[in-house]
């Protein structure tokens, strides 16, 4: 059996990271593992403005930890009201590498997502001229459509209609939970992409009802059935590179997700490339680990690869029953529970 692995460094292609001492809290977990990260614009209030992300990428540089390198690859949140200025001004930046599409209402912080698809129609033209991705929260909203649908729904519906107007925009359904998205990326041509999560990879729908309700495993998209958990390892392990990792590691205080109405997002930072090579020596794919992890994000976004790299090894370890965030703390993934696999430091 293998002991230990070496990979090159792996980046997040999709990480929530908050702000201000909530952020400062988890950012270490981040810096030890990935050399860079796609930084989610979903805060209060959203990151739409250049200006505005370049700050935010100021205080995350200034927050890491002493001697880490981790480089945030930031985004802009898209609103109806975005003009093709404000693209060209994010592609002219050099630190802001794609925008983010929430339709309105459909997760955390998406209320002033697009509630109009066609108002991003000058947008999106400016961004498949300038060969800047779209990363969409895929989902669908409209009152009706079943949660575990959502997703499903969305494909046929809003992202048809922007790749019939756009062929050629470089587009990443992030977080992908269903079987059906796995097949419309594995079908679709070298411009669209998609990332995985870990507790994706890991978890089915089971999971929140297991004995009781448990929301540290609800998140947006929500968790699905076993045959769509079995197609996303399927896709992550097989090599083929539309498929890339992306943590949607989204922390919330426990006060918020242990109540009436909890928030969605699954906290996987503290544990994440270790969560992923579980998945991977799940189905015997650990030689799979660094083209998913390290390979196919980079190369999707036309950066370079890392050149430094990252051991693992085999061994069992307890993950933290909570971490500190901010003034209050986190629950995170398999919080008390043992973990499989330990990254080393360099
Ligand atoms: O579960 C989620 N949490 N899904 C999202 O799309 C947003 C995220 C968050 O920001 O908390
Ligand atoms: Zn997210």
Redesign the pocket.
Known sequence: MVQTIEITTPDDW???LRDGAAMVSVLPHTTRQFARAII?P?LVPPVTAVPQAKAYRERILAARPSGAKFEPLMTLYLTDNTSAATIREASASGFIHAMKYYPAGA??NSDAGVTNLERTFPALEAMTALGMPLLL?GEVTTQGVDIFDREAVFLDTELGRIRRHFPKLRVVI??ITTKEAVQYVRAAPANVGATITAHHLLYNRNAIFQGGVRPHYYC?PILKREEDRLALVQAATSGDPHFFL?T?S?PHARGSKECACGHA?VYASHAAIELYAEAFDAVGALDRLETFASFHGPDFYHLPRNQSRLRLERAKWQAPATFSFGTTEIVPLRAGEVLQWRCLAP
């Open positions: 999709h990480l929530h989610m979903n997760t955390t929260h992030e977080h947006l992306g949607d989204a997002g």
